[in-house]
């Protein structure tokens, strides 16, 4: 029949289009070099690092992958549970590394890959967040820290009558968040048609982050209801809310970013990682945003770990990359183009760091400030579902802010969805 | 295939020279199983595609839903209804349904009376009429990202541009976002402006296809525009009319990235703000798909289970449609 050679013929097509596909799949060409992939959430600030890593090494190349914040999570977990799709290399936020190291097998064990030797060049908590709970298993290095400060805006301060210089600014509320309010009552008295700060979500994560036990205890039992620190927080700012204080604003909404160039609201919680957050998003407003101590004593607010899916290829060359970028030398680079904060304590005493100024801050000794905050961190353990726990208490709180429920309203229906994790 | 394997057996007979063709009772076997089976094998890759990624994954996904089934463990136990219990008895989906009808009923029945405005307009004699008719699709070319992005930020609250309009009309802000009503209205005129020019145009094919002299009759008969619209071309193209409904409501019911982006990067963006006032049932799918502990069973439940509301929301739609001819 005539028709074989052509059902053959078909056949072989069939085979070497599937063929072809397999072929562009694989990362790696023919002439020896290893491509490693790098997924992140936002610019790491890595752009330049890349350059001279590949420069060091031919025969590596790096290509990054950029999503957003809540995509790039959902999306690593599911490339896990697929175990298909992640990259040789994923970023993944402090307020989800729990979620990962309870499944270390799904992750190269870097004490494995040569991290056992390294373990003094992080902050001890740092680390200590990427192990597994049997302590056998290290699946991320650290990258950076989110020591927490409190950006403010001068010249809002100055029509309110309040202190602008930064020393007296951090006295105001030295003590507590309780003095925070105080200020903010003040500022409302003062001022007409601005907000002491953005949204009451931050606030009162700043407080319940820089509790000694946070929303879970260590037996990753959820603790909002029991643990008073976590109440006290809810209520000094239900009040700040019924005063009126807040801006209402969803982080990462336009509305935010445009409300840090417009001056609608006086301050922002500021970890390391925000203030060039601010300074790209309101480049009009430099010298009117400045940096205070936060309120309350130190504390953490975000930071990352660089991890490594037991699916990638490349584990050698993807640990040796993230060992480089993770060290000293790189994480200081990354400060000084970006802001991001060191996880490495023995820079804390470099005055490259330390000495550090921002112009667009008016000259605010960030690298100071923030030093003094990550040293002064409490390590706080983060339990499994830590970031949609705190989520769900931050919505509770936004139906206050927009009037749908009174307070007792919010935190019941707040348990009563926590009861469902 | 059979053509080559026809052309073989009749040019055969030919080639030996003459008399009748000597067809062997294989031969004539395979000739008849050719005629009855290769029609079969032409329309196969199709239905071997929809077995593939149709039919299996709907499968699947009822397999799934009566487990507890997590992305994240190894183990999935067989727990047979109760994610659909489960479901059934969780105000939250209750919640998302009624939101999804709201905003449905918004975006739908404006758009389509719109739609049959816009189309009977169209077949007037205007100037520049192709380039209307072309304009009418634009809309819907762009793509919905987009589309929710740009519209989320006009509906913003502080900085947005209807905001700034209503506030120089005296009238105050609105929240968009915060209130059910409101977030439902501007969620709807998403929906609206993407997909109204495309029914129009489906309605203006339709229109043309009603002959002309029926409305030279009613134009000697003193029938004005409007009557000659509501009660000619109306009932003239009724199929058409209850298409757009049936596919309006199946889209509709669907709609997801609209009031995705409209929340937000944050929480809101799943749960449909705060009080998840604009939450709908592919919003709460998501949530419990794609967020805290991943439980694919219990969301392949929402799946199916928005299935049924689908094919019966479909369905009361047609019944409903249906109507029109005695009606007029």
């Known amino acids: 029949m005539r028709s074989k050679p052509f059902r053959a013929a078909l056949a072989a097509g069939t085979a070497a289009v599937l063929a072809l596909t397999g072929a562009a799949c694989s990362s790696d060409a023919d002439d020896g070099t290893v491509t490693l992939t790098v997924g992140l959430f936002g610019d790491f600030g890595f752009g330049p690092l890349y350059e001279e890593y590949m420069e060091a090494h031919p025969d590596i190349k790096i290509e990054e992958r950029i999503s957003e914040f809540a995509d790039h999570h959902t999306n690593l977990t599911t490339h896990l549970a697929t175990g298909s799709g992640a990259a040789d290399i994923e970023a993944v936020e402090v307020g989800y590394i729990s979620q990962y190291t309870a499944s270390p097998d799904r992750f190269h064990n870097l004490l494995d890959l040569g991290a056992d030797e390294l373990e003094g060049q992080w902050l001890d908590w740092k680390w200590q967040q990427a192990l597994s709970s049997d302590g056998e298993a290290l699946i991320g290095l650290g990258t950076d820290v989110g020591g927490m400060a409190m950006c403010y805006r001068r010249d809002l301060f100055e029509a309110a009558g309040l202190p602008v210089e930064r020393d007296e600014v951090s006295a ?43 929303v879970y205890d260590r037996e990753n039992n959820i603790v909002v209801e029991s643990n008073p620190a976590v109440g006290d927080a809810w209520d000094l700012t239900v009040e700040a809310i019924e005063a009126g204080m807040s801006n209402r604003l969803e982080a990462w909404t336009p ?60 584990p050698e060359e993807a640990y040796e990359l993230i060992e480089w970028l993770t060290a000293p030398e790189q994480q200081l680079k990354v400060f000084e183009q970006t802001g991001n904060f060191p996880s490495t304590p023995e820079l804390y005493d470099d005055p490259a760091l330390t000495g550090l100024t921002k112009p667009y801050f008016n000259d605010a000794p960030v690298g100071g400030i923030f030093t003094a905050a990550a040293e002064a961190v409490e390590p706080q353990y983060q339990g499994p579902l830590q970031g949609d726990v705190l989520a769900t208490l931050g919505q509770g709180l936004g139906r206050i802010e927009d009037g749908s429920q009174s307070p007792d309203e919010a935190w019941s229906q707040v348990l009563s969805d926590l009861e469902s994790f | 295939m059979s053509l080559a394997t026809r052309s073989d057996t009749t040019k055969r007979p030919a080639a030996t020279g003459g008399g009748p063709a000597p067809v062997g009772p294989w031969r004539h076997r395979l000739y008849r199983l050719d005629l009855k089976a290769s029609p079969f094998l032409y329309i196969a890759p199709f239905f071997a595609l929809f077995a593939a990624f149709g039919l299996f994954p709907l499968a699947f996904t009822a397999w799934v839903s009566m487990h507890d089934w997590s992305l994240l463990s190894d183990e999935h136990a067989f727990v047979g209804a109760e994610n659909y219990t489960a479901l059934l008895t969780d105000p939250y989906f209750w919640n998302a349904l009624g939101n999804t009808v709201s905003i449905l009923a918004l975006s739908t029945v404006p758009q389509l009376l719109a739609a049959l405005l816009l189309a009977h307009l169209l077949t007037m004699r205007l100037r520049g009429r192709t380039f209307f008719r072309m304009g009418m699709l634009l809309p ?10 740009i519209f989320s930020q006009l509906f913003g609250r502080d900085f947005g541009l209807i905001n700034w309009v209503l506030e120089s009309l005296g009238a105050g802000r609105i929240d968009w976002q915060a209130g059910r009503a409101s977030s439902h209205a501007a969620i709807a005129v998403m929906v609206a402006w993407k997909w109204t020019g495309y029914n129009a145009l489906i309605y203006l094919a339709a229109m043309q296809a009603v002959p002309r002299d029926v409305y030279e009759a009613a134009h000697l008969d003193g029938a004005s525009r409007l009557q000659q619209l509501l009660r000619i071309t109306v009932p003239m193209i009724r199929p058409t009319i209850v298409f757009t409904v049936i596919v309006s409501t199946i889209y509709g019911l669907q709609i997801f990235a609209e009031p995705q982006l409209f929340g937000g990067a944050g929480p809101n963006g799943v749960t449909g703000g705060a009080s998840r006032q604009f939450q709908t049932l592919t919003l709460y799918l998501y949530e419990h798909a794609f967020n805290r502990g991943f439980e694919f069973g219990y969301a392949s439940a929402v799946a199916w289970t928005m299935f049924a509301v689908i094919v019966l929301v479909a369905l009361l739609n047609y019944l409903f449609i249906r109507r029109i001819r005695s009606d007029s």
């Open chain 1, 172 to 214: 105001l509320w030295a003590d507590s968040w309780a003095d925070y309010v105080a200020v903010g009552h003040q500022y409302m008295d003062a001022t007409d048609g601005s907000y002491f700060f953005e949204s009451s979500g931050n606030m009162f994560r700043a407080q319940v982050e820089q509790a000694e036990q946070g």
């Open chain 1, 255 to 314: 509305e935010w970013n445009a409300g840090f160039s417009e001056g609608t609201f006086a301050t922002i919680i500021c970890p390391a990682w925000m203030t060039s957050y601010i300074e790209t998003n309101a480049p009009d407003a430099a010298g009117l945003w400045d940096v205070a101590a936060v309120p309350g004593g130190a504390g953490n607010m975000g930071g990352s770990h660089l991890v490594l899916p037991a699916q990638g290829e490349h």
């Open chain 2, 140 to 149: 819907n070319v762009a793509s919905v990202v987009a589309v929710a992005v």
